[in-house]
Structure formats: C-alpha cells, structure tokens
C-alpha cells in the first residue's frame, strides 16, 4: 500500500489539508532505514504521482520537497536510499531526467518566476511570446493549407 500512502499524503498537501512540513515529516518516515526498499520505492512512486516525472517539472513545491529530503539523508544512509530512488526515477524519459536536473542544479531561487508557480522548464514564461508566435504562423498557415485569401476569413495570421 505503499503507493496508496504516498499518493494520499500529495493529494492532502495539494487540497491544504496537509502542510510541506508534516508531509516532509512523513517523506522522512516512509522513505527512513527502516521501511523495506520496495514499499519505500512504492511510496514515492505514489507522492510524486507516476506520469513519468512531469509531476516533479512541472510543480516546484513537490520538487522541492523531495530535494531537500535527499539533501538531508545523512552521508551513511544515503547509499541505502539510493536504489529506490535509482528505481523510480530510472522510469523516466532521459528528456525528464535531464530537466529535473537543471531543476535542481539552478536551486530553489532561480527555478521560476515567483508568480509563475508551476511553470519551470526551460523556454516556458509567464505570458505568451507573440515575437515567436507570429514567428510560426506562416508554417502554421502552410501545414494547414491556408491561403491568403482564407487567413483574413479565419482571423489567422491577423
């Protein structure tokens, strides 16, 4: 039921009910020496939600959550730590791989935009880029087979 628990602590944090530090208090016990490493392996699959990691990218706080909980693994434990998170993360695509690590490498300050909660991975913003957008409407206009007389009818390209 590892992955039941897990689960169940991440969806009470997002709806409030439970704060990071009690949900990091509870990271601690699930993913401790003393839990075996499949059901802790089972319990992080379930917190940071499956999806293959895009969970992780795409929300700061629980990134955040499971860094500064490995960051905090005394240097004796951590070999033992290793292999379920060696597990859960080795399902992931090298894409998600390579980006929450430049999530992490860059740190809790400079992942974001502090009002762009959420929205970390390299090439996002907070407001749609209209230099790149327009930038694409010609291609846009070719693969739908637009015409120049059809784009001031369709209101794309305007």
């Known amino acids: 039921a590892g992955v039941v628990r897990g689960r169940a602590v991440r969806l009470l944090m997002d709806e409030g009910e439970l704060g990071a530090g009690e949900a990091a208090r509870l990271m601690g016990v699930a993913l401790s020496r003393g839990t075996p490493p499949v059901e802790a392996a089972a319990w992080i699959e379930g917190f940071v939600g499956g999806g293959g990691g895009l969970l992780l990218v795409h929300d700061e706080r629980l990134l955040g959550l499971v860094d500064s909980w490995l960051t905090g693994v005394p240097a004796e434990a951590f070999t033992d730590v290793l292999p379920l998170l060696r597990r859960t993360f080795a399902a992931y695509d090298p894409g998600v791989r390579r980006t929450l690590g430049e999530l992490v490498r860059r740190g809790p300050g400079e992942r974001s935009d502090p009002g ?19 930038a694409v409407r010609p291609v846009l206009r ?5 015409t120049t007389e059809e784009k001031n009818l369709t209101g794309v390209g305007s």
């Open 116 to 134: 762009a909660r959420g929205l970390t991975a390299p090439g996002f913003g907070v407001e749609p880029d209209a230099g790149r957008a327009d």
């Open 142 to 146: 070719l693969l739908l087979g637009i």
